[in-house]
């Protein structure tokens, strides 16, 4: 509480509640401006989850093997950064969520832990995180802190140093680009989002396939393999966000007058297609089926193990439910993809350029690769069934809901019809699989029709949560402040 000390306060956050805050606040004089003080607090909550990453992704508990002290070095190396994100709210500065794509050009975006598999399946831990501040750190701060001698006219010689800025190459997205800015997201890594989804995606896979009780030290129950399991099986979700971006997306700046940035841009249509298949490829039952040994080997949790918002949520009791945490995984994708917004800026751009998707299109192709594709049978017959499911859940909410532009639920309303016919055409006789999911989805789409305007789809299973902490839009208590003088986010 004294004014003149600038403080880093440890504090261990350890039992409830989980996923609480970290802050970076300043105390500012009202009448300069000037910070005066500045208070981090980090908690421990962003040490354990990154510790809980870690031991999904190296499986490190052989039997007999010492304990790896890799997962220790990737948190500190995690809590090293946040310490400096943090320390840059004090000295006046928010996030930026494009300097992922530059060479992780500022400790002020949310840094996604880079995970590299070796051709031998071990993982590369080496970059994990930044271990300094970024390029766009020190322009800001040159910018925001440097002192000019007498004589010199401080305004031109800020825009000089902002020209400079601009001239290298930095782009500044506080936000995360309001579902349209293809570069600004939170935990994303590397400047091709496609490629970077790709990959997690492979390293996911290999992890998935090997996955074990090595995850979890000698002692624990065999059900807390469910909660390592958690951030692997959902190692692509941010990727995913930054992924659907793409689609009906707008690269943006927030230039000035003459300051020679681009206002605004469309993504290129080859680009957004190669998203779409991108995002196709997280919904297929291959991505989202979990080996049978591993399937197994989680039993119900016991006693003084309660569930809870960590792990994933199911539809059969107390047994793990494998068709649930795909059912999390796959909404999603397909939330991002089927998004109201998203889908009024599909039309809108290619109301504007031809050349552009268009919402109609999109919907198409997914109808193709999902509902109309080739049926698949088994375990990957109930996941592509599940993601059936969903498409048309999504599909539904996109026509059904007030709030969506009335031309993109008119677009929505005419996919619907025809998959209507397309269906009721398939109706066969006989209690057969196929015909349950016919008339399963027949009967959702007879509801919503009864009543577009009320129709309400029953929600998705929901992820635990993967943000370190709290909820979408409060996590990272961005950089607020204690004495409400300054409010940046
Ligand atoms: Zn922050």
Redesign the pocket.
Known sequence: MDIRYNVVNWVNRSGSPQRAFSY?SSYIDPRTGEIIKGVVTPGSDRHREDYLIAEGLLQPYSDGKPISTRMQEMALARIRQLSA??IG?TLGLT?NFTASVKDRASV?DYPFPRVDMRPDGSIDLSEVYAKDIGGWDKRAIIWGYSDFANGIDENAALDAIMKETLAQGYTYIPDVGGMAHPRANQWDDGADPVAQLDKLMSIRRRLLDRFSENAIQQGQPMATIGEVLVPIYLLHRYQVEAVAKSLGGLYFTHAVKNDGQQPTAMVDPAEQWRAFDALMNTITPKALNLPETLIRKIPPRPTGYPSGIEIFNGHTGPSFDPIAAAEAAAANTLSYLLNGERAARLIEYQARDSRQPGLLAVIDKLLDKTLEGAPAYGYEGELQLLVDNLVLKYLLALAADPKNAENVRGEALVEIKGLRSWMAGRVGAGASKKNAALFFGLSQIDEFEKSPDKFVPQPALEMPPGAPIGMPGIF?A??GNDNGAQKDF
Do not use: K, L
Request: aromatic fraction near 0%.
């Open positions: 970076g994100h943090e709210h996030h002020m990272d961005p950089c």
